[in-house]
């Protein structure tokens, strides 16, 4: 097998050893760590062929710890997004999910995947070196119901970081796993993203309210800041005074991607993001029905970096793959049920190369 897998000690969380792994691929390099499964770095070539690390993060396994509200880098679920007052009803039965995100639930509770130290080992893929992440979520965790096994395999191909999830569960319950890395193609730190151009496959998203629960509208992005279907800047409209640039302090809303009903479950390019200074490229490819574009608007100038630099506004932009905000209350959103006897299989690929 082309590339290298290598692992390291990097420290302890409640008595929890938590290990680095290291993936070489090509042109490729990335670290994840068994805290959160969290994404550390992602080093890739610009057009001179000199590499960066695209991906914000901390310094250290304590500043994450200590304060990884931005969720940088980690894998976000159960339920990844907001649930409105983090109430929802399957099967008849109501559930209260913990309330993090002001009155509703976000991204798994106060403690949810992204917090958690996961199992870890080498996968045997013939796409190129692979870890395996494990993280069994027990009965009644942030309110769930049933106890959930997931897997998450981060391999690196010759290209692009591609996600694998599978999950099972013991009780019928719900999941909306992501992967919540902020990129910045110029190099973490170097600035804002707004020079990036950006093409999304997306007529519609998910209008939210005052705080950003949906509204349960799915709003045409045609005439608005948000049409992404031709490429152009990300900064180009963001200071446009429309009342959902306003409400999310830039972009943070769900997308509902255009796909023919034929090509409901298969994997499609959904995003390409550009950087015309480093000629880096992006193409986010997944068979999730909807993608969170995040341009970071709650980065305010408190945390510092990992390569030492102030993160503000806009620094970096998430393209968070799931199903749409609120979906346990709106059965005409995909479903994120998942019940005994199913697995729940999934695919999102961040895919790296230069423009010319
Ligand atoms: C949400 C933002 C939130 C951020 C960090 C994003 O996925 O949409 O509203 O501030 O995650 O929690």
């Known amino acids: 097998m082309a590339g290298t897998v290598a692992r390291d000690a990097f420290g302890e969380v409640d008595g929890q050893a938590v290990e680095r ?23 890739a070539p610009g057009r001179d062929g000199e590499k960066a690390n ?9 500043d994450y710890v200590a304060g990884n509200d931005p969720y940088f880098g980690a894998v976000a679920g159960r339920f990844a997004n907001r649930i409105t007052d983090g109430r929802f009803s399957l099967d008849g039965q109501d559930y209260q999910l913990t309330r993090n995100g002001g009155a509703h639930h976000l991204h798994g509770g106060a403690r ?3 917090k958690r130290v996961w199992a870890a080992a080498e996968a045997t893929s013939g796409d190129g070196p692979a870890v395996r992440l494990v993280y069994r979520s027990p009965d009644d965790e ?13 391999t690196l191909t010759g290209d692009a970081l591609r996600l694998d999830y599978e999950a ?3 009780a019928p319950t719900i999941l909306n796993p992501t992967q919540h890395s902020y990129f910045n193609l110029a190099g973490e730190g170097s600035g804002d993203v707004l020079g990036h151009r950006l093409r999304l496959a997306a007529g519609r998203f998910v209008e939210v309210d005052a705080a950003l629960s949906p509204t349960g509208r799915l709003a045409q992005v045609e005439g608005t800041p948000f049409d992404f279907r031709e490429s152009r800047p990300i900064g180009g409209r963001i200071r446009e005074a429309h ?3 306003v409400i999310g302090r830039g972009y943070d809303h769900c997308f509902v991607f255009d796909r023919p009903a034929s090509a409901d479950r298969s994997i499609l390019i959904g995003a390409r993001v550009e950087e ?8 986010l490819r997944t068979d999730r029905p909807g993608v969170q574009f995040y341009t970071g608007g709650f980065l305010d100038a408190t945390l510092v970096g990992s390569g030492g630099r102030v993160y503000r506004q806009g620094d970096g932009f998430c393209l968070e793959t799931q199903t749409f905000p609120d979906a346990p209350n709106r059965p005409e959103f995909p479903s994120p049920v998942l019940r005994p006897g199913k697995t729940f299989r999934s695919r999102t690929e961040f895919a790296f190369s230069v423009s010319g």
């Open 54 to 62: 695209v991906v914000l993060g901390f310094p250290t396994l304590a």
């Open 168 to 170: 099972t569960t013991d």
């Open 276 to 283: 015309p200074g480093s000629g880096r490229v992006l193409d």
């Open 112 to 114: 949810g995947f992204d």
């Open 243 to 245: 009342p959902q640039i």
């Open 142 to 154: 942030e309110g769930y119901p049933g106890a959930l096994d997931l897997t998450v395999t981060y």
């Open 21 to 43: 792994w290291t993936l070489a691929h090509g042109d490729l390099r990335v670290a994840v760590m068994t805290y959160g499964a969290i994404l550390l770095r992602l080093d």
